[in-house]
C-alpha cells in the first residue's frame, strides 16, 4: 500500500469507523517516535486489516518520505543521513519488522 499526502503544522485525519486511521498512524510513530516502547514495535494480528491474513509473518516495512526542511538548519542536520535526493530535499526514514519464527 502507498499513501502520498502533504501534513501541515495542524492536520486533521476524519474518515470511518475501522479504515485505519489509528493504525496510520501508528505506523507513523513506529519511523518516528524513538520513546515508543518495545512492546508497541512489536505488531500482533491486530494491527492489521481482518482482511489480511496473508501479510501476517511478513516483513512489513513502513517507509516515510521527508520534503520541505531545505531552510531548517536542525531539521537538516538530524536528517543528514537519511537524504536520498538532493533536489528537491528528500530524507527517507524505514522502519521494518520482520516476525520471529516459532523453532
Known amino acids: 500500500m502507498s499513501l502520498d499526502t502533504s501534513l501541515g503544522p495542524s492536520s486533521v485525519i476524519v474518515g470511518e469507523n475501522k479504515i485505519?486511521?489509528?493504525?496510520?498512524?501508528?505506523?507513523?510513530?513506529?519511523?518516528?517516535?524513538p520513546s515508543?516502547?518495545?512492546?508497541?514495535?512489536?505488531l500482533r494480528l491486530e494491527d492489521f486489516h481482518?482482511?489480511?491474513e496473508?501479510?501476517?509473518?511478513?516483513?512489513?516495512?513502513?517507509?516515510?518520505?521527508i520534503t520541505g526542511f531545505d531552510?531548517?538548519?536542525?531539521?537538516k542536520s538530524i536528517l543528514y543521513d537519511f537524504v536520498i535526493t538532493e533536489e528537491p530535499l528528500t530524507a527517507k526514514?524505514?522502519?521494518?519488522?520482520?516476525?520471529?519464527?516459532?523453532?
Do not use: C, W
Request: a negative charge; zero cysteines; proline letters at 4%.
Open 93 to 103: 526514514l524505514t522502519y521494518r519488522f520482520s516476525p520471529k519464527h516459532n523453532l
Open 54 to 65: 496473508e501479510a501476517i509473518g511478513e516483513v512489513i516495512e513502513v517507509s516515510l518520505e
Open 71 to 75: 531552510q531548517a538548519p536542525d531539521a
Open 50 to 52: 481482518e482482511g489480511l
Open 36 to 42: 515508543l516502547a518495545d512492546s508497541s514495535r512489536m
Open 20 to 33: 485505519g486511521k489509528s493504525n496510520m498512524l501508528h505506523a507513523v510513530r513506529l519511523v518516528l517516535d
